[in-house]
């Protein structure tokens, strides 16, 4: 009687571990046929059968399901059925699971970026986020990863997850710098930027000169920027003062950093410091067109007319197609107007106050000639900039110039 109960129960064994092989190579069809949806569906009819079968049956399942999952981009899913396989493994002394599981995280992570990818296309920048996250703790020796989710979670707005990631890039020393390499074709004289295995090959040919390497500029300062914006916009100054100076101490002379700082203090309303942060990058970079600019911009705002003027004049020297210092210039050269229109309004009718309501206009007129070269350059720039087209229309209607007043309306109007 006991020798009858003991063979029915391994009939019972020998029966379920062959249904179990049976579901399990009909699912792997699947995965191999790349058809994932019908794989989970076939893996969820049988998930009872198979997640309580011995472990080399309940680590295949679970691998299986894994690859389905990640084949359909349910990567948190795909994750936790790897995890799953891993354990069952790991607690029965087995690993044949576990290694195919680890020869194919490559292709998880391409997976993952590429999808994160096609988020980000998408506007979707908070799960695209997610999922560069996710890569980074599968490959946490490419920090590029941690980088790009912290892009993509200040795209989303969600600035205390991408705090979170700047943190931990900054703590890391992380400054994203490559190498470009270069190369002068002869018979063209041309230079393209290679890879740096076809850059090898090309030194060794007579075809190619002028062999150069370059560093791509550090992602320090963003880094440290966005994490001063993030606690700037938390209303945290202190912790994004600390932030910025911090950095300052590591690099003293980079100018990403010294126009972080600037920027800063610009936004606590600290224009003389912002002003003398400013000149301090001059030195470091002194063909930079936009500093010049941003000191014409704080200079105006602080009255100083002559030197804004200065500084927009040398922005153009430096950047001649940049259109908003042409309007600035024109605009703090203008600026001049009020008062003299306020004097011309105060005179008398006497013979003196006539000759100085003379001399007033025609000191008026000097400065909106003095205006029209900029705002005629910046329309031959752009010529569907309104405000240029407005303010010439504007000048020459003033001084009664009737044929420039035409064409400005004209354009105007056309506009």
């Known amino acids: 009687m006991k020798f009858y109960y003991s063979l029915l129960a391994v009939l019972v064994i020998s029966f379920s571990a062959q249904a179990q092989k049976k579901e399990l190579k009909a699912a792997q069809k699947l995965v191999d046929a790349k058809s994932y949806g019908e794989a989970i569906q076939a893996l969820n009819q049988n998930s009872a059968l198979l997640e309580s079968s011995e472990p080399k049956y309940a680590s295949h399942y679970h691998f299986l399901r894994g690859i389905s999952e990640q084949g359909q981009q349910n990567f948190d899913d ?55 996250y996710l890569a980074y703790t599968l490959d946490e020796s490419n920090q590029d990863y941690l980088y790009h989710a912290a892009s993509s979670f200040v795209n989303a707005g969600d600035y205390d997850g991408a705090l979170a990631h700047y943190k931990k890039l900054k703590e890391l020393d992380y400054t994203g710098i490559t190498t470009k390499y270069f190369v002068t074709e002869v018979s063209t004289n041309q230079e393209s930027e290679v890879e740096k295995a076809t850059y090898e090959i090309y030194k060794k040919s007579k075809d190619y000169t002028n062999f150069r390497e370059e560093p791509t500029p550090s992602r320090l300062p963003e880094i440290v920027k966005n994490i001063a914006l993030i606690y700037l916009n938390k209303g945290d100054n202190d ?98 107007e009020a008062d003299i229109v306020e004097q011309m309004n105060s005179l008398g009718t006497s013979s ?64």
């Open 78 to 132: 795909a994750m936790a059925s790897y995890e799953k396989a891993k354990a069952i493994e790991k607690n029965a002394g087995i690993s044949k699971y576990s290694q195919l599981i680890d020869n194919s995280k490559p292709q998880l992570i391409a997976d993952l970026v590429n999808q994160a990818v096609t988020l980000n296309g998408k506007d979707d920048f908070l799960n695209a986020g997610k999922l560069l």
């Open 239 to 336: 912790a994004a003062m600390s932030a910025v100076q911090d950095a300052r101490k590591l690099a003293p002379k980079d100018v990403g950093l010294i126009l972080t700082e600037a920027d800063l203090y610009i936004k606590l309303g600290d224009e003389a410091r912002f002003a003398s942060l400013m000149q301090e990058a001059i030195e470091q970079d002194p063909n930079n067109a936009i500093l010049y600019y941003n000191l014409g911009v704080v200079n105006g705002n602080r009255g100083n007319r002559e030197a804004a003027i200065d500084y927009y004049k040398k922005a153009i020297d430096l950047d001649p197609a940049y259109e908003a210092t042409y309007l600035n210039l024109a605009s703090t050269i203008l600026q001049g």
């Open 352 to 415: 003196a106050d006539n000759r100085k309501y003379e001399q007033l206009k025609t000191k008026r007129q000097g400065l909106f000639l003095e205006a029209v070269p900029y705002l005629e350059k910046l329309v031959a720039i752009n010529p569907s900039n309104k405000d240029a087209v407005t303010t010439l229309k504007n000048i020459f209607g003033t001084i009664g110039d009737t044929d420039k007043f035409k064409k400005y309306r004209n354009m105007l109007d056309a506009l």
